[in-house]
């Protein structure tokens, strides 16, 4: 039945180019996903899909369900974009001014979308049934998995997998791993009010700026002096904002930043200490401070059975050349949330591209297409042996 469904999918694979460089060339961002979410509606109303708008917000699940009894298996795939300018030079390239496709996210909905139509193609000798969950606003917390299994989209389900195409490992390699895999991700904000004034008096303001870079640099000493070095943790400050004429010392200064970990309690500790160093250098310094730390997304954390499962299945896959185990990624994922509730794993599908390869988030991110076939053939394999696992 396996050979059945690669065939199908080889067969199948134009369409889900036509697909993915659709999507490429129409992007929509987190929670405005909703032409976007339209199209997946109307491909499986087409087709007769039983799916489900909406859930969640603009999330949308199908169902195929199969001839026989069996288990329930699901199936995940993010389709929203980011606030990026596509610079590349290609005939796909994105059509909305400053918001593209730079994560693959288009491509992991046109894998699902084939993937569903050939499983419903196969319905009449399938056990089981599938449910196709089409997620919304991955990329910026809190996120569509949440709400979507609030709604009820891990209802009856036994397990679940989701892949991710990364266009920083060769095409044809499966990476896994046991356990923690993606990072915790969170956010905070700290506001330094000192005083300003002229840029020739700085003995009568409380400069804001140098404050700000005291802590920059401080903040960092967490990681290096407060964590065990044998646990993860990347503490970044992503943007300085004290915008001023050249002579004029700031009144107040704005840092963002995340903070990426694996261990809950490395993420307790880190919130803490970022709290007690910002306040003691503010005291030191005589000013006062706003700050606010926002707890994003979960780590993601792997069930051990259904990733040593899906690595055996993964190394029967036609297209696939190298099963490896990867190591950990400070990148966050919200599929965590899936995992919390029921078993599953969550791998990669190498998808590097020919010719100069830019990492996820650039604005000239692009992806091996083939990698979508391997992807689509990996996760269609997993949920049919997946009916025979005891």
């Known amino acids: ?18 697909i993915r460089r659709h999507l490429h060339m129409h992007p929509e961002v987190s929670f405005k996903e909703t032409n976007t979410a339209k199209y997946i509606q109307d491909y499986y109303a087409n087709l007769g899909i039983e799916f489900t708008p909406n859930v969640g917000g603009n999330g949308v699940v199908a169902r195929v369900k199969g001839g026989l009894p069996g288990k329930t298996v699901a199936l995940r795939a993010d389709f929203d974009a980011l606030p990026i300018q596509d610079e590349k030079d290609v005939s796909y390239k994105s059509t909305v001014p400053g918001v593209m496709h730079a994560c693959g996210h288009d491509g992991h909905t046109a894998t699902l979308l084939v993937l569903g139509k ?31 299994i609030e ?24 990476e896994y791993r046991v356990g923690p895999i993606m990072a915790a991700s969170d956010r905070f904000e700290i506001i330094i009010q000192g005083r300003g004034g ?3 008096s700085p003995h009568q303001t409380k400069d804001s700026i140098v404050i700000a870079s005291q802590l920059v640099t401080s903040l960092q000493q967490i990681v290096s ?21 050249f002579n004029v010392i700031a009144d107040s200064a704005k840092l963002i930043g995340t903070v990426r970990t694996f261990n809950p309690e490395v ?10 160093v910002i ?9 006062t401070y706003e700050f606010s730390y926002e707890r994003g997304y979960n780590a993601v954390v792997n069930h051990e059975a259904e990733t040593h499962f899906l690595k055996e299945v993964a190394e029967q896959v036609p297209g696939v050349s190298e099963v490896r185990e990867t190591q950990q990624q400070m990148g966050g994922e919200d599929f965590a949330y899936y995992l919390e509730k029921v078993p599953g794993t969550f791998f990669f599908t190498g998808a590097e591209p020919q010719g100069e390869v830019y990492p996820h988030h650039h604005p000239k991110f692009d992806f091996d297409e083939n990698a979508m076939l391997v992807a ?7 949920v049919l042996d997946y009916q025979e696992v005891e």
């Open 1 to 18: 039945m396996k050979q059945q469904l690669f065939e199908k999918l080889d067969y199948a694979f134009e369409e889900m180019l036509v």
């Open 118 to 148: 050939t499983l419903y193609d196969m319905r009449e000798q399938l056990s089981g049934e599938y449910v196709l969950i089409h997620q919304h606003a991955e990329e910026y917390a809190p996120g569509g998995a949440k709400p979507m």
């Open 151 to 174: 709604a009820g989209c891990l209802e009856g389900v036994d397990a679940i997998f989701g892949t991710h195409l990364w266009s920083l490992t060769p095409s044809g390699t499966i």
């Open 198 to 200: 002229h840029g020739a």
């Open 225 to 245: 002096r407060r964590v065990n070095p044998i646990d993860s943790a990347v503490v970044t400050i992503g943007s300085f904002v004290a915008q001023n004429a």
């Open 267 to 276: 993420r307790d500790l880190i919130e803490k200490e970022l709290d007690r």
């Open 279 to 287: 306040q003691g250098t503010c005291l030191a310094n005589d000013c």
């Open 376 to 382: 689509a053939k990996t996760l269609g394999a997993a």
